[in-house]
């Protein structure tokens, strides 16, 4: 059984960065997309960034395009987000998923579309 777990949330103010770290256990993470999600309080979860599975390819929303990078260290079996120049609407719970589908062409990153979640961490952006 894969669980994830992660970690790097907190408090920060705007314009500041955030690393947050998505550890796996159980499987190898290089044979999954994973993805990072967030929930505002009152709002539906959001697909923010995901990488796949062999070739690595990413998708990001367009709220954080420019501003976080996802990526993966295999060996550590941990996927990251970077996070930078962070904005008050980027305060969330921040939950990082993963899937063993792959479709050609296409980056998963819809909650629906993933089977494994981890419990969230909290980030906020406040000065």
């Known amino acids: 059984q894969l669980q994830l777990v992660e970690s790097g949330g907190g408090l920060v103010q705007p314009g500041g960065s955030l690393r947050l770290s998505c550890a796996a256990s159980?499987?190898?993470?290089?044979?999954?997309?994973i993805g990072w999600f967030r929930q505002a309080p009152g709002k539906e979860r959001e697909g923010v960034s995901s990488?796949?599975?062999?070739?690595?390819?990413?998708y990001y929303a367009d709220s954080v395009k420019d501003r976080f990078t996802i990526s993966r260290d295999n060996a550590k079996n941990t996927v990251y987000l970077q996070m930078n120049n962070l904005k008050p609407e980027d305060t969330a719970v921040y939950y990082c998923?993963?899937?063993?589908?792959?479709?050609?062409?296409?980056?998963?990153?819809?909650?629906?579309?993933?089977?494994?979640w981890g419990q969230g961490t909290q980030v906020t952006v406040s000065s």
């Open positions: 998923a993963a899937d063993a589908a792959t479709m050609p062409g296409y980056v998963l990153h819809e909650p629906d579309e993933f089977d494994y």
């Open positions: 159980g499987w190898g993470l290089d044979y999954f997309t």
């Open positions: 990488i796949s599975s062999g070739d690595g390819s990413t």
